[in-house]
């Protein structure tokens, strides 16, 4: 078998994925319907910013991938480790790096403080495989069985932990919010310097730029001993084997195939400010303040390449949907955060754009992990390159596209013995 792999969806799984079947002299051909690679990590120049279309971080301590970046060369900006929540009308600090302001901070009650460090301890000792085998069960009901205070859930997990899974609730699986406290231990949060599309970027400038097939949506995908796909346009493709590398949703809709198909929805409002509302590279948090923000970042406090000289990017992410239109959801949205940073000048800002992103976070209840799919499917030729046969993450992602062309090559080898 000497044919080319086809591979839809030029995420980054379907980029790894790509990456490591051309490195083994495969031949491979990335088609995606979006006009350039990188799935659901982008970042568009607008007006001399540099918006990523929602709110999304990279843990340094992700083994995958670590194993599949070259870290050094994507300019990393750290954000302070921690966050500033607000709660009854006041900024409270909350420091992973500075246990003497925790220590003396009476925000967090000590039995929690005692109970985190107790977690932390126990996480770090526990290789990321235990994380992924333990018990599973709703990521609140872990808190609580812990010992974890009210007063810890409702002024710290809710609004810090629900920004990261989209879900305030913390109805999902307590193993992916122990894998991410874990990460969050071990490493830094960064950025890279020009938005989180460089990290596709990077995987994919070591591929040849004809290789990928932009705006070619693939409506159909068939197994077999000639696995093929079926373009939009009707033009049918036959391929040596199909990684299906789109969101999972899709690629159920693809094959036909039972995968999962939930996501949690964002809406993330980017303004352009004269001034930051807060000096740090801080993830702000909305513990109980009415209103719908979750959280904001002065995104140039992270990276000031993220806007033009003397300009300034914030970003404000709600969960969820809404029906009303741009205009009026970023004048609420600036409504709100006048509020919350009194002085600051917020009713000046202007809104660059508003980012609906539906399929934002895979939804991940308790016990996904063991009934996760796998990168092979009972579709013959055909192979799953996808987060979702690992966990919804930039290393879920990446740890997927490895362990597909594994199987890719693995069906190649046995197929030429
Ligand atoms: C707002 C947001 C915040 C996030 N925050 C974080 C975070 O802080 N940390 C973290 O680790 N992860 C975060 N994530 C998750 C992370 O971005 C994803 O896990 C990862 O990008 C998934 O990669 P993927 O390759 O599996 O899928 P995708 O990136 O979804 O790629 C799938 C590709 O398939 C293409 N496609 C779909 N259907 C078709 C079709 N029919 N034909 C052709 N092409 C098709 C799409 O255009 C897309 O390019 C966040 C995601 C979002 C959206």
Redesign the pocket.
Known sequence: MGGQIVI???????LVCARKLRNAGKNVLL????DR?????RTDPIDGFRVD???????TA?PNADRELVYEDLDLQEFLPGARVLWEGKFHEIRRDDPISMALSSFIPTSDKLRTASLNLELGARSIGHVWQGQDQPALEMLVSRGFSQQFIDRFARPFFGG?FLDRNLEGSANMMQFVWKMLNEGDTVLPALGIEEVPRQVFADLPEDCFQGE????SVSGGTTPSVKLSNGDLIEAEAVVV???SE?ASK?TGLPLPTEFKS?I?VSFAADARPVEEPVIVLNGDFPGRVNHVIAMSAVSPALAPQGRELVSATILGVSDKSDVALAADVRYELAQWFPGKNVRQWSPLRVDR?L????VQSPGFFASRPSNETRLEGVFL????TEN??????AL?GVKCAEAVLARSAVASS
Do not use: H, N, W
Request: hydrophobic fraction near 40%.
């Open positions: 839809v969806g030029a995420g980054l799984a379907g088609m995606d319907k979006a690679p990188g799935g659901r990590m279309r929602g709110f999304q971080v990279l843990f992700y990261v070619c949506e693939v409506v590398a789109t969101d899709s693809l964002s993330t992103i399929k934002a976070q895979l390159a996808s987060e979702c919804g993450s930039i290393d879920g992602a997927s």
